[in-house]
């Protein structure tokens, strides 16, 4: 057996909660796991998405064997089509999150050239340096693995987003034995999970939301309006069930909502009953206490369903006094505002509104295990090197206090930036290299164009306005024709800055006057950064603004 180098990295998912993408290569083999995205935020104006800069991976096209997928959510998904768009190699992923995937490929008009294979926890895949090992764990969303991954220097973990949960959904049990066994052969390093690593304790399990779901439809008297992520499945099932118990028929609002649910009925991760379902078109004929919305916008999305109930703007249906409205999903951070805006909302129309974790009728609990589910895993495994991923650096942080708690030695934990390499040779791993990593953000159609410079135009524009003047000038004597010409947006309401706006006139003629400009080459650029300096100074001093000054020069 010969020891070959073997390197670990992340190309997203380390300081930050989002856009995970993590690497295992090995002689001639590398491994990507997941390719999540992140959504901006209100800095990055007017950008959709972003997701991991794959430089590096494109770079060695041909070592790069398989993207395998941990699980179905945004973070680990959300990526894939752009991805495939570059390199399209074989991706693994179980039955419920290849359906997800799918959905997102259709998007792309991408779905018949991708290779999609599916696995399952008992799955082995064999590369030339690597082999690959699956199992079972527990977490907000059907069908979610751990990695073994087998190399010739020993076995490398990667957890994926978990918890433990002795009583999950729909018999959805990790593979506790399976973990003990891998870890019992032995594990060189684990990556591991972090992102409840500040909070202690075990994490609740799911069963107890179905109990307080049950307990609010009973106590309802109007309509039951529930929203969650359309991922969590279980938790829909729960929504299912409770309505079931209570009579009641189920319209799904949202596009996401009505795909998801179909891909998990269709491929059997929830069960409901024949006719339980109906259209929006059909929430008004029925009565109130026989009807339960089940939608999307639970970060308060804007746009999402929710929010529309809220404000009063979907279309057909209304949220009335007593209905009761019932928030089943934590809110991400920096998501706290959106969703405040609807529970206040809510509460002015006159529903009973259930939101928030932690209480006794809570409806929500964590999909990521805390403090002691996280040193289970890293007992369970016993790892001799240890890396906490998925979380912001405060996460990591913990998450290294705790593998410390149980045993992993310090010296042996590496807190990583995306793009810090750590290399393993004769079992010895150090962290000295870095391959580029960072943001590509999508912006319509365009992936990867919008950068630095024009985040700092939006920047500008979207502060202090623009005002663009413009020339007449002519060719031969370079002299000014006609009095220039200013348009603004943004920067000032012109009827009420007429005096402004006739200094900045003067002014820009006696620049243009004062130079010399007969007999010179590159004059029109000498103009336009002179008005620019001398104009921006003005209007700076009158009004303490900057706006883009964009001068133009039409010459005759
Ligand atoms: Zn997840
Ligand atoms: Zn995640």
Not at 32 to 59: A, H, M, Q, R, W
Not at 448 to 466: A, F, H, N, T
Not at 480 to 507: C, H, M, Q, W, Y
């Amino acid at each position: 057996m010969s020891l070959s180098l073997l390197s670990i990295f992340a190309l997203g998912g380390l300081n930050e909660v989002g856009k995970n993408m993590y690497a295992i290569e090995c002689e001639q083999d590398i491994v990507v796991i997941d390719c999540g995205n992140k959504f901006p935020d209100e800095s990055l104006l007017g950008i959709d998405l972003i997701i991991p800069d794959i430089t590096y991976l494109e770079k060695n096209k041909d070592k790069v064997k398989a993207l395998v997928v941990t699980h179905g959510h945004e973070d680990h998904i959300g990526g894939i089509a752009y991805f495939l768009k570059k390199l399209n190699v074989p991706v693994y992923a179980t039955r419920f999150t290849l359906g997800l995937i799918e959905l997102k490929l259709e998007e792309h008009k991408l779905l018949g050239d991708a290779e999609l294979i599916e696995i399952d926890s008992n799955s082995h895949l064999a590369f030339e340096d690597i082999q690959v090992d699956f199992f079972k764990v527990n977490h907000s969303i059907p069908d979610c693995l751990g990695i073994a991954f087998r190399t010739p220097q020993g076995t490398i973990v990667h957890t994926g987003d978990f918890k433990f949960d002795l009583t999950p959904v729909h018999h959805q049990y990790a593979d506790i034995h399976k973990i003990a066994r891998i870890g019992e052969e032995g594990v060189l390093l684990l990556l591991s999970e972090s992102t409840n690593a500040e909070r202690p304790g075990f994490t609740p399990s799911e069963h107890i939301v179905g109990e307080h779901m049950e307990e609010a439809f009973k106590k309802a008297t109007g309509k039951v309006i529930v929203s969650t992520f359309a991922s969590n499945i279980n938790r829909v099932q729960q929504v299912v069930d409770a309505s079931m118990k209570t009579n009641r028929k189920l319209a799904l609002l949202g596009r996401s909502m009505v795909n998801v649910v179909d891909v998990a009925i269709e491929r059997g991760y929830i069960q409901v009953p024949e006719g339980m379902f109906i259209r929006a078109e059909q929430i008004n004929d029925l009565p109130p206490e026989k009807v339960t919305i089940l939608c999307t916008g639970s970060q308060g999305e804007p746009l999402a369903a929710l929010a529309r109930l809220s404000n009063g703007t979907y279309r057909g249906v209304d949220v009335y006094r007593d209905d009761t409205v019932i928030l089943a999903a934590g809110p991400i951070p920096g998501n706290e505002k959106n969703v405040s805006r609807i529970v206040d909302n809510m509460f002015a129309l006159g529903a009973k509104v259930i939101y928030g974790t932690g209480s006794s009728t809570s409806m929500h609990v964590s999909g990521h295990g805390y403090q002691e589910d996280l040193k289970w895993m890293l007992t369970l495994m016993k790892p001799k090197y240890f890396i906490p991923i998925h979380g912001e650096y405060r996460m990591l942080h913990h998450h290294c206090l705790l593998a410390e708690s149980v045993g992993v030695e310090r010296e042996n934990m590496f807190i990583l930036k995306n793009g810090d390499v750590v290399d393993l040779e004769h079992g010895e791993a150090r962290h000295t290299r870095h391959v580029p990593a960072g943001n590509t953000y999508v912006d319509g159609i365009g992936v990867g164009d919008v950068g630095e410079i024009i985040l700092r135009d939006r920047k500008q524009l979207s502060e202090d306005g623009m005002l663009v003047i413009i020339l007449t000038m002519s060719k031969t004597e370079k002299k000014l024709i006609s009095p220039p010409d200013l348009v603004t947006r943004g920067f000032v309401f012109v009827k009420d800055s007429e005096a402004l706006l006739r200094n900045v006139n003067k002014l820009i003629t006696s620049t243009v006057n004062d130079m010399e400009l007969v007999g010179r080459r590159s004059e029109w650029n000498e103009i336009k950064q002179n008005l620019k300096r001398a104009i921006g100074q003005y209007v700076y001093t009158q009004t303490r603004r900057k706006p883009m000054i964009l001068p133009i020069i039409i010459e005759v």
